[in-house]
């Protein structure tokens, strides 16, 4: 069965709008509606912020109405808010100073241990730092923190329940790992990812920060097009191995960040894997993976290189054991990741000084 908007329309009406207590149709909530083949993407608006709860009813209550009657349907839900004249947004997370996402266009580069060493180094300079694992269909940051088979709280607040992050190395830290067993599969398909992404960012009792490190999935899908659809990001660490086929990937990653829609500040380079020494030979560096993607990336990005840092075992074990590795003070690469997080500051420094703060954007 082939649905015109119309069609579509009609089958909308068995959707109530939460505000209104109307249909969202007679609340004249719908603004766009495109059919390209199977595929249905429907933007809805309303005059002020939904609760999570509110999204997921409407997100839902659309999907369900045109699936029930066409079955091989593939619905996309996007929730604008467009405030009445006068009215001011006071934003999410308005507690946090700066959000910082840790990304790259392909997986196996190293970012959450990039981000679970810079989210720690951090707070080892002495800021109030949060950890977001949003890598929900490979959630690693348990096992790094030994926070594997732990169960965030709910509390109430306002009538609300809201989940407490869980707390290791000082860090507030929340992933779809404290809730699905470690050896379950992740299915989930786009509109529920983002429901769970925007969960974690306005339903958890994050507390004072400075900075807020995500923890992102490789490419630019639906978490990357949630998260600045929902936060103002300060800027992107982009990860990369020297290897050409790694780079080049994370420049796709670069060019979304940098699309005129979304104009997120690029805030560096971290250069993952740069290069092995065996123990027996100090002195002796073999780049396995080539030698200087990172500053070519930097390069294409107009930033700089953040850190480089070098193929070790002790990385591995540490993560493995759940203590990032630059929470051990003895440790030989201890300098190069907390230089890294140094760098990072300086960036969001010079940036917050030099640029407007980021928007949250209409991604369509």
């Known amino acids: 069965m082939n649905l015109t908007k119309s069609d579509v329309v009609e089958l909308l009406r068995k959707v109530k709008d939460p505000l209104a207590g109307l249909s969202i149709v007679d609340a004249h909530r719908i603004r766009e509606i495109e059919i390209e083949g199977k595929r249905i993407r429907i933007v809805l608006v309303f005059t002020q912020n939904l609760t999570q709860e509110q999204k997921s009813s409407v997100n839902f209550g659309c999907m369900s109405a045109i699936q029930e009657n066409v079955p091989d349907t593939d619905v996309h839900v996007h929730l604008e808010t467009q405030l009445r004249t006068g009215e001011t947004d006071p934003g999410i997370l308005p507690q946090v100073k700066n959000i910082?996402?840790?990304?790259?266009?392909?997986?196996?580069?190293?970012?959450?241990?990039?981000?679970?060493?810079?989210?720690?180094?951090l707070k080892k300079l002495g800021y109030r730092t949060g950890l977001i694992d949003a890598d929900f269909y490979g959630p690693s940051i348990p096992t790094m923190f030994g926070l594997e088979g732990q169960r965030p709280k709910l509390v109430d607040v306002h009538g609300k329940p809201k989940i407490v992050p869980l707390e290791a190395q000082g860090l507030s830290i929340i992933s779809i790992g404290f809730i699905v067993e470690p050896d379950q599969a992740v299915v989930l398909r786009g509109p529920r990812l983002a429901g769970i992404m925007k969960q974690f960012i306005e339903e958890c009792t994050w507390p004072e920060l400075d900075y807020l490190v995500i923890d992102l999935p490789p490419g630019t899908g639906d978490i990357q097009l949630t998260?600045?659809?929902?936060?103002p990001l300060t800027g992107v660490v982009l990860v990369t191995t020297p290897q050409k086929v790694a780079w080049m990937d994370a420049v796709k990653a670069m060019n979304m960040f940098r699309l005129a829609s979304v104009n997120v500040p690029i805030l560096g380079v971290l250069e993952n894997m740069a290069w092995f020494t065996p123990p027996e030979l100090p002195d002796r560096k073999y780049y396995l993976f080539g030698k200087g993607g990172g500053k070519h990336l930097a390069e294409l990005a107009g930033s700089k290189v953040l850190g480089q840092i070098p193929i070790v075992e002790s990385i591995r074990e540490s993560g493995d054991m759940g203590s990032p590795i630059v929470t051990n003070e003895n440790s030989e690469l201890n300098a190069a990741w907390m230089e890294f997080a140094s760098n990072t500051v300086e960036a969001v420094e010079l940036r917050n000084k030099t640029m407007d703060p980021t928007k949250v954007v209409d991604v369509k």
């Open 100 to 121: 910082i996402a840790v990304a790259s266009g392909k997986g196996g580069v190293g970012k959450s241990t990039v981000s679970s060493n810079l989210a720690v180094g």
């Open 227 to 231: 998260l600045v659809q929902t936060v």
